[in-house]
Nanobody, 126 residues
Framework: QVQFVESGGGLVQPGGSLRLSCAAA????????IGWFRQAPGKEREGVSC????????YYADSVKGRFTISRDDAKNTVYLQMNSLQPSDTAVYYC???????????????????WGQGTQVTVSS
């Protein structure tokens, strides 16, 4: 069964940085288009960013554009989300998941069925 494992979350002060990692358990991520999604308490899950498997096409939600950077390292079988200038509104559980294709709609307008991992908690607070 395809399984993704997120890590790198934590507690950080406003203005701080974190780097999230998305790893694959027992298979190669290299052929998957990957999206990062987040869910804050009481809110719906929303798309944050995504990256294509071949041409590295990327999309970002307006709320994180200029602060977050998505990347992938095929040799390490990992997709990253570098988050800078974090704000309290970024507090959420972050998930990585395969998306159908790296287009605006499938990155930010649609929430995939899964498979969803356990996510990693990001808390931005002073």
């Amino acid at each position: 069964q395809v399984q993704f494992v997120e890590s790198g979350g934590g507690l950080v002060q406003p203005g701080g940085s974190l780097r999230l990692s998305c790893a694959a358990a027992g298979f190669s991520l290299n052929f998957y288009d990957i999206g990062w999604f987040r869910q804050a308490p009481g809110k719906e899950r929303e798309g944050v960013s995504c990256i294509g498997s071949s041409d590295r096409t990327t999309y970002y939600a307006d709320s994180v554009k200029g602060r977050f950077t998505i990347s992938r390292d095929d040799a390490k079988n990992t997709v990253y989300l570098q988050m800078n200038s974090l704000q309290p509104s970024d507090t959420a559980v972050y998930y990585c998941v395969p998306i159908r294709e790296p287009t605006y709609y499938y990155c930010l307008g649609d929430v995939p069925h899964g498979p969803w991992g356990q996510g990693t908690q990001v808390t931005v607070s002073s």
